[in-house]
């Protein structure tokens, strides 16, 4: 059974830092490719970026440059490092997995964390 488990929301004003965590349990191997996403109300789920096994990186242009993605493998955790926000971030974000890191759309994704929530102001 594949859990992902999302922490480190809270709410921030504008031009603040978080640091999101995601734990994944239950993978008989390790997954190729995870990756954050967000969803506003109202609005669609979008890609935030993801990271492959080699560390490949891909990031959603309204983050390039503020926020990286990263992992510890002895841990199991994806890490978002969320620099200079802005009130455009708020938004649940949620990790997710899938085999290979061939597009940040979040309609390819399987396994889905619960969220968390990152509001600011």
């Known amino acids: 059974h594949v859990q992902l488990v999302e922490s480190g929301g809270g709410a921030v004003q504008s031009g603040g830092s978080l640091r999101l965590s995601c734990v994944a349990s239950?993978?008989?191997?390790?997954?190729?490719?995870m990756g954050w996403f967000r969803q506003a109300p109202g609005k669609e789920r979008e890609g935030v970026a993801i990271?492959?096994?080699?560390?490949?990186?891909v990031y959603a242009d309204s983050v390039k440059g503020r926020f990286t993605i990263s992992k510890d493998n002895a841990k199991n955790t994806l890490y978002l490092q969320m620099n200079s926000l802005k009130a455009g971030d708020t938004a649940m974000y949620y990790c997710?997995?899938?085999?290979?890191?061939?597009?940040?759309?979040?309609?390819?994704?399987?396994?889905w964390g619960q969220g968390t929530q990152v509001t600011v102001s």
């Open positions: 990271i492959d096994s080699d560390g490949n990186t």
């Open positions: 239950g993978y008989t191997g390790r997954p190729v490719c």
């Open positions: 997710a997995t899938r085999r290979y890191c061939t597009t940040i759309s979040p309609a390819a994704f399987g396994n």
